[in-house]
């Protein structure tokens, strides 16, 4: 039996298969404001970090290892974690996870560097706990038929938190200073705690009866679903965080960025929850296919770009690729993850998020120094069609895995 089957389904038997199961629980609800607010807490101290640092007395380079620092601890430790996440059950390590969490956000109004790194250390290993647990207790919260949809709106906090945070964080620093946004960084990682005990029940996310919490420490099911996710989210930052420095090789005023970010971020939202729907109603793995292909012609067009209006069009091309595909994926890890296994799969599966993301965008920025910006773009895209033959070739496999709606 997959991950999450049982209950999960049982107003579909009750109703001769008349209704759809109930979505929108207590626990689903509260699981997705949880990883909202966590989200909102680290978007609203990332721009914040460097400045705390240098009010602190240190430079770039220890900004560099406050990140560096908090990254480690969270990929390193993520197998680790999803293995007790199958040995406790997943509620506790997502309990953990926020209860660290919260602490970790009161602690950043210790005055000192060598405190702050420690606490980076510590903040990062309790985010590898919260971002185990929670994708491992949706699992076991969710009906099987609503995995697609259920996984796209737990999905889109992330992307929610970044739209809005951010700016919020400098907007308070330009009022309060350094004390606004950790006031609310703080507030926010209690907030997390407190959904966590109040909407989601002990009975939520525990061992299944007789289910062996052994095995390698990557679940072989997760790995190319993880693979996936690593391809496709390595050239995120390639939309995301090199826009302005594209603006700026070409001549062009920041300026005409201004519609860039919005039309990016409302296609990528928009995607997400109309493929959430969909990807109940067909095989995960054409969603997958699709997301590749589109992700490969988004990057063949910004190859081609001079200006942000071409630039926009990539964008959106690679916003719905990245928004239709990840609840394909990881609706698709729920379906394949062996019972006792759902922290394994879990957290094997979004190392691909971290790994894709922060290799990334170090990555091409290596590129873009040496050849400009053809060259990150037409290596991106060699990448994408890569995974789009890898994933083809699998397909058989990966559409086998899918429990029938």
Same mark, same amino acid.
Request: aromatic fraction near 8%; charged fraction near 10%; include cysteine.
């Given at each position: ?10 107003t ?37 970090? &460097? +400045?705390? #640092?240098?009010?602190?007395? !240190?430079? @770039? =380079? $220890?900004?560099?290892?406050a990140? /560096? ?18 040995r ?61 949809e ?27 200073g350094?004390?606004? &946004? +950790?006031? #609310?960084?703080a507030a926010? !990682?209690? @907030? =997390? $705690?407190?959904?966590?005990?109040? /909407?989601?029940p002990?009975?939520?996310g525990?061992?299944?009866?007789g289910?062996?919490s ?9 790995v ?59 095989p995960?793995v054409t ?6 292909t ?13 200006d ?39 957290a094997?599966?979004?190392?691909g ?10 990555a ?42």
């Open positions: 039996m997959s991950a999450g089957e049982g209950g999960g389904d049982a579909l038997a009750s109703t001769g298969g008349l209704a759809r199961p109930r979505l929108y629980t207590a626990p689903f609800i509260g699981i997705c404001l949880l990883t909202l607010f966590a989200f909102c807490q680290n978007f609203t101290l990332q721009p914040i970090l &460097p +400045l705390l #640092v240098l009010d602190l007395g !240190g430079d @770039a =380079t $220890l900004v560099g290892v990140f /560096l620092v908090f990254s480690v601890p969270s990929v390193v430790l993520r197998p680790w974690i999803g293995r007790l996440a199958d406790l059950g997943s509620r506790r390590v997502l309990l953990m996870g926020v209860s660290a969490n919260a602490v970790a956000g009161a602690l950043y109004f210790i005055p000192s560097l060598a405190a702050l790194v420690a606490l980076r250390v510590g903040h990062g290993t309790a985010w590898a706990a919260l971002n185990t647990g929670g994708p491992s207790t949706l699992a076991g919260i969710v009906p099987s038929s609503r995995r697609g259920a996984s796209a709106v737990f999905d889109l906090m992330p992307g929610l938190s970044i739209l809005i945070m951010p700016t919020i964080a400098l907007m308070l620093y330009g009022v309060f350094l004390t606004g &946004p +950790l006031i #609310v960084a926010l !990682g209690l @907030a =997390t $705690l407190a959904v966590a005990v109040a /909407l989601i002990a009975t939520v525990s061992r299944p009866t289910a062996s052994g095995g390698a420490l990557l679940e072989p099911t997760a190319l679903p993880m693979l996936y996710q690593l391809l496709m989210n390595s050239v995120l930052s390639l939309f995301v965080v090199y826009p302005p420095l594209f603006a700026a090789q070409h001549g062009l005023p920041l300026s005409d960025l201004v519609v860039y970010y919005p039309v990016y971020g409302f296609v990528f939202i928009a995607s997400r929850l109309v493929a959430g729907r969909l990807v109940d109603r067909i995960r969603v997958a296919i699709v997301g590749a589109l992700a490969g012609v988004s990057l063949v067009i910004a190859a081609a770009a001079t942000v209006a071409l630039l926009t069009v990539a964008g959106v091309v690679y916003g719905i690729a990245n928004g239709a595909s990840a609840p394909a994926t990881t609706a698709l890890v729920m379906d394949r993850a062996p019972v006792g296994r759902v922290g394994a799969a879990m094997t599966y979004t190392l998020f971290q790994f894709g993301s922060g290799l990334g965008a170090a091409w920025g290596l590129l873009i120094d040496a050849g400009g910006f053809m060259v990150p773009f037409v290596v991106g895209a060699i990448l994408e069609f890569g995974l789009l033959g890898l994933v083809i070739s699998r397909r058989a496999t990966l559409r086998g895995g899918q429990v029938a709606t």
